[in-house]
């Protein structure tokens, strides 16, 4: 079951607002995963209504994944509006905070959030979480 919940036989709402969501993507369907991909332009951030447009065209989607800040870009996007969509439809709700941690507020128990990743190696300027990622 990786990453984070997502398993062969799962689909998946992949929002991508930056490199960091294209790359969650190509994870789940690495895992196998059915992967609808939510792209926006890059210079914006995803509104709950996309998400739920995505939730109502696709509803066999079980997860959706989320950056909440994109490094790359600047965005942050507005993750307690898309988890009361996500909570609504029944789907697993997973975040990367990793670039957020420590910049912007991180409140996932509020925001409806299932798995939450986060790391120190960004605005907390911290090591990197995993060796291997050298």
């Given amino acids: 079951m990786h990453p984070g919940g997502a398993r062969a036989g799962s689909t ?3 929002v991508v607002t930056g490199p960091y969501g294209q790359t969650f993507g190509n994870w789940l369907r690495d895992c196998g995963a059915t992967v609808v991909d939510l ?3 890059f210079h914006t951030a995803v509104t709950a209504e996309r998400v739920e447009r995505a939730l109502a065209e696709h509803p066999e989607i ?3 994944s989320l950056v909440h800040a994109e490094a790359a ?3 942050t996007n507005p993750v307690a509006e898309i988890g009361e969509v996500v909570r609504a439809h029944g789907a697993l709700f997973y975040l990367d905070a990793v670039a957020s941690i420590g910049a912007e507020p991180v409140l996932p ?3 409806g959030v299932d798995l939450c ?3 120190a ?3 907390m300027g911290g090591p990197r979480a995993c060796p291997r990622c050298r």
């Fill in 73 to 75: 870009t600047g965005n």
């Fill in 121 to 123: 190696q960004k605005a």
């Fill in 117 to 119: 990743i986060i790391g």
């Fill in 62 to 64: 079980d997860f959706v």
């Fill in 12 to 14: 998946a709402l992949n």
């Fill in 39 to 41: 792209e926006v332009p």
């Fill in 109 to 111: 128990d509020a925001w």
